[in-house]
């Protein structure tokens, strides 16, 4: 082979490297770090107007990209975490959920997924399981515009939509108080 068919073969052998295998942590919108895999007991699932709900314009927060899983119906129940302001008592069983338990301090849960002070003091936590055949939105966080506090950028930290409409159509059950948050030490 000639030494520029050569160069020019390995050089494409390089480019197409490059565009099957993106970097996971910034995708071309802005956003950070990867969305998760499905939990054990969740597998993927399609859902366009779920996702849709979930995905938030930038500084309005929400899901900054994302995927929709579903809760295996035969599987063991997936647990999620929730971290809201119990003096609005509506908000327990809200929209916004985590599969990792919670930590402290404050500050740092706050930054980690975007939630400006003004739309929660976050100073409680309830822990559900989802109800079988449950769809939810699973994807990093979009950034957040909180003035007059700092704003917050995009997060790596995967966050859970869970379309919880009301309190008579909850997508979760068996939920447990867990106390206040961050707990005492």
Not at 98 to 104: D, I, K, L
């Amino acid at each position: 082979m000639r030494p520029t068919r050569l160069i020019l073969a390995s050089l494409s052998l390089i480019l197409a490297a490059c565009a099957s295998n993106p970097p996971a942590k910034m995708a071309a919108s802005g956003c950070i770090g990867s969305v998760m895999p499905p939990p054990p007991g969740m597998s993927a699932a399609q859902n366009a107007a779920l996702l849709t709900q979930a995905l938030g314009a930038s500084g309005k927060g929400g899901l900054c990209e994302g995927a929709v899983y579903q809760q295996d119906a035969n599987a063991a129940a997936v647990v999620v975490y929730r971290v809201w302001d119990n003096a609005r008592p509506n908000s327990q069983m809200g929209r916004w959920w985590s599969f990792s338990q919670p930590q402290g301090p404050v500050a740092q849960y706050r930054a980690d997924n975007a939630i400006c002070p003004s739309w929660s003091q976050l100073n409680h936590v309830v822990r559900c399981q989802l109800k079988p055949g449950v769809q939810v939105a699973v994807g990093t966080g979009q950034s957040a515009a909180c003035a007059p506090d700092p704003d917050y950028p995009p997060s790596p930290v995967n966050q859970v939509y869970v379309p919880n409409s009301s309190p008579d159509d909850l997508k979760v059950e068996n939920c447990q108080d867990d106390g206040a948050f961050p707990p005492s030490q």
